[in-house]
C-alpha cells in the first residue's frame, strides 16, 4: 500500500527516540498586530516562541500525542521537506507547553 501524500497521518518514515515532527501554524513571514498593523518579517523583535502541530512523535514520547499543538522556540529547530511540504523536527525536551483537549487544568505537567 502506498502513502497518500497529502496527508500527515501516512508520512512514510518512524521517529524514533524522544523526536517530535511538527506543521508550523501560519505563514512565517510577515504578521498582524491585534490592531491589523502589518508587522513586516524584517522587524526586529525580541525571542518568540512558536506554534505548530504534532504530526507524528516517536516510541519514548510520553507529553505529546500526534494533533497536540505545541510550544517551542523557532530558534532551536531542524527542518526537513516530505512530499514538497516543510516540517520542523523537535526533541520532546525543547518543546515548552502543549496545548490539547486531554491536558488537565489542574496538572503541573511532566516538566517544570
Known sequence: MTA??????SLPIRLLHDR??????????ERRSTAGIVIPAT?????R????T???VGPHVRSIVTGDRVLFD???RSEVELHGREYVLLRERDVHAVAAQRVENDGT????
Do not use: F, H, I, N
Not at 49 to 52: F, G, S, T, V
Open 54 to 56: 504534532a504530526v507524528g
Open 20 to 29: 517530535v515532527l511538527v506543521r508550523l501554524e501560519g505563514a512565517e513571514g
Open 4 to 9: 497518500d501524500p497529502t496527508t500527515d497521518s
Open 109 to 112: 505537567g511532566l516538566y517544570l
Open 49 to 52: 516562541l512558536a506554534w505548530a
Open 74 to 76: 523557532p530558534e532551536d
Open 43 to 47: 522587524a526586529a523583535m525580541g525571542r
